[in-house]
């Protein structure tokens, strides 16, 4: 089983509606997430991270956590074609490798006008 | 936020000769670094962890003759690899953590021809 897994898409939703992504991890002791987006052909970008359990809400996108079922998502609102890319989940390892973050495959998005 | 510089962007380079890529951090100090390594459509692949004033830490798989990881100071680790073939060709990533963020550079686009 992969540490980290989402769905590869290609997700597709219309202009204005909420894209929502999602990811599920092995590690239960993991603690932190990130959701990251990418663009092609250029490095990822932080959208947000999560660390407790519930729903943290940055502008058009919530990331939600759930330790118990291991899983961890993205809601974008109201998308737009500027949100089409590829969307990382990632988690974080502790300890001794403390910062190595362990990347799922990604899922693509589109939004279509 | 804190800004990783990641040069070259990209490199063409003849089979068997080598390449080295430069990772700064600029407004901040830090003393470990991860390189990843992502092929086209895949995710990123941590190769590994660059520690300042000692070895680097790689993960398992990668050869650690070839790719070889330099970590002289507070704010440079470099990424040489070494006798390049073009099944290397790869997107190269490196990037810093600072308290709970991940910051990435742009990113090296290598070719190995």
């Known amino acids: 089983q992969k540490e980290v897994e989402q769905n590869s898409g290609p997700l597709s939703v219309p202009e204005g509606a909420i894209a929502s992504l999602n990811c599920t991890y092995s590690d239960r002791g993991s603690q932190s997430f990130f959701w990251y987006r990418q663009y092609s052909g250029k490095s990822p970008e932080l959208i947000m991270f999560?660390?407790?359990?519930g729903d943290k809400e940055d502008g058009r996108f919530t990331a939600q956590l759930n330790k118990a079922s291991q899983y961890v998502s993205l809601l974008i609102r109201d998308s737009q074609p500027s949100d089409s890319a590829t969307y990382l989940c990632?988690?974080?390892?502790?300890?001794?490798?403390?910062?190595?973050?362990?990347f799922g495959q990604g899922t693509i998005l589109t939004v279509h006008p | 936020g804190a800004v990783v510089s990641q040069h070259p962007s990209w490199v063409i380079c003849k089979s068997g000769t080598s390449v080295k890529i430069e990772c700064r951090s600029l407004?901040?100090?830090?003393?470990?670094m991860f390189w990843y390594r992502q092929f086209p459509k895949q995710s990123l692949m941590l190769m590994a962890t660059s520690n300042e004033g000692s070895k680097a830490t790689y993960e398992q798989g990668v050869e650690k003759d070839k790719f070889l990881i330099n970590h002289a100071s507070l704010t440079l680790s470099t990424l040489t690899v070494t006798s390049a073939h073009p099944e290397d060709s790869s997107f190269y990533i490196c990037s810093a953590r600072l308290r709970f963020e991940a910051f990435f550079g742009q990113g090296t686009r290598l070719t190995v021809v």
């Open positions: 407004d901040f100090q830090a003393t470990t």
């Open positions: 990632a988690r974080i390892a502790g300890g001794t490798s403390y910062g190595k973050l362990t």
């Open positions: 999560i660390y407790s359990n």
